[in-house]
């Protein structure tokens, strides 16, 4: 019988130290995963890859409005031809095109192309922001130009007539058509979940569930805002010193610290104003947020088609692996302050890709492109650094 006892009683031990085993892992793994680290933003390299970054000289962007038109790609010319070859009117006259003036301007744009040729030149970057040990491609004007270039009225009204193309079936390349994703899913959702998440914050999921919620709201609006972005509220031009965003993050941040505080009884009221918050942060965190005003009213199809890449790629390009590997936070006590140097950061890639994008085409299936995963990784975990300081804040603020 004593036998027997002990070997129940070794038995039950065993049983006990089974059970406690997963029991401390889990617990540890709770522990690690809320060991969030303090980074400086200015100097930060930890989980940013190398990218490669084209920078459009300045003297092309003073030649012309319609400057994006002169550094496309091979393929992106090509797009661009096939896609004067698909529309039925070419500029505003409203009379649809023969196919004789289809023709005739294609063979104009492509003068025009020859006589203002533009060439990079390609260095290795720095090590730090932005192409962390990557390349930096200049696209500038063939020295055989010699003097400065100015587009002449009339080589600027073919450019316009080529930009205003319209295709009055689908009239997909007049409207983009195609409904923006980082203003919506899961993008949004998921970057502010794993915010509230990893910084302790409570009802993550409802943080999460009311981040895309910003992009419902009416708002009277000035154009290009109204077309590209729903509001200047969603939008900083670091540039210009333009948009709402800035000042949105921080009213809805200093609400969620203020119910928080409040007790448990509204922390449903401070997890939704940290959805909001997170979501006029997140914004500026998409270069298409941060400039080129003119360039995107006339292509929204090129905000779009980014913003769609992103959302349909969030998983397979690993985007939301990024996002929940990261376990750095920037902090801020001043929010206004923390998204404009996250619009900063995004705009320095605005040039890159908005002209990867562009070379894609209208109607690019959005099949993986490494060199722009590369950069948006780059971009979401940016902004996850920033997300996870505004979580904090509204805790410990
Ligand atoms: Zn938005």
Not at 121 to 126: A, C, I, L, R
Not at 157 to 177: E, F, H, M, N, P
Not at 205 to 227: G, I, K, Q, R, Y
Not at 269 to 288: I, K, R
């Amino acid at each position: 019988m004593q036998l027997g006892k002990l070997n129940i009683l070794l038995l039950a031990l065993l049983v006990a130290a089974m059970v406690m085993i997963p029991c401390v892992s889990a617990v540890e793994e709770q522990q690690e995963q809320e060991k969030m680290i303090q980074a400086d933003p200015k100097t930060d390299l930890a989980g940013y890859v190398p990218v490669d970054i084209l920078s459009i000289d300045p003297s092309v962007k003073a030649a012309t409005p319609y400057y994006y038109l002169l550094v496309l790609s091979d393929e992106g010319k090509k797009h661009l031809l096939d896609s004067i070859d698909a529309a039925e009117i070419i500029g505003d006259s409203g009379i649809t095109a023969t196919p004789d003036e289809k023709v005739s301007f294609k063979k104009s744009l492509k003068t025009l192309w020859m006589n203002y040729p533009v060439v990079s030149k390609t260095v290795k970057g720095s090590l730090g922001y932005p192409s962390y040990g990557g390349t930096v491609t200049t696209l500038t004007f063939s020295p055989s130009l010699k003097k400065e270039v100015h587009l002449s009225d009339a080589e600027n009204s073919l450019l316009a007539k080529v930009q205003s193309r319209k295709q009055v079936s689908s009239d997909k390349i007049a409207s983009g058509g195609v409904s923006p994703k980082w203003a919506g899913s899961p993008t949004h959702e998921r970057i502010s979940y794993w915010a509230a998440s990893k910084e302790s914050f409570p009802q993550p999921s409802t943080v999460s569930a009311n981040a895309p919620v910003p992009d419902t709201w009416p708002a009277v609006l000035p154009e290009p805002f109204c077309t590209l972005y729903r509001s200047l509220n969603h939008y900083y031009s670091p540039n210009t010193g333009t948009g709402n965003a800035p000042s949105q993050t921080a009213t809805y941040i200093s609400a969620a610290n203020s119910q928080y505080k409040a007790g448990s009884s509204y922390y449903t009221q401070a997890a939704t104003s940290l959805g909001y918050a997170s979501h006029f942060l997140e914004d500026v965190g998409n270069p298409m947020h941060t400039g080129k005003e003119t360039e995107q009213y006339s292509n929204p199809w090129v905000h779009f088609n980014y913003e769609a890449y992103v959302g349909d790629r969030w998983y397979s390009s690993n985007f939301d692996t990024v996002v929940s590997n990261n376990n750095n936070y920037y902090w801020y006590t001043d929010w206004a302050a923390g998204n404009r140097a996250l619009a900063g950061y995004s705009n320095g890639y605005l040039d890159t890709i908005y002209t990867k994008v562009y070379n894609k085409g209208q109607n690019w299936n959005l099949s993986q492109d490494t060199s722009i995963d590369a950069i948006t990784q780059n971009l979401v975990l940016a902004t996850a650094k920033y997300t996870n300081g505004l979580a904090l804040y509204a805790r410990i603020g």
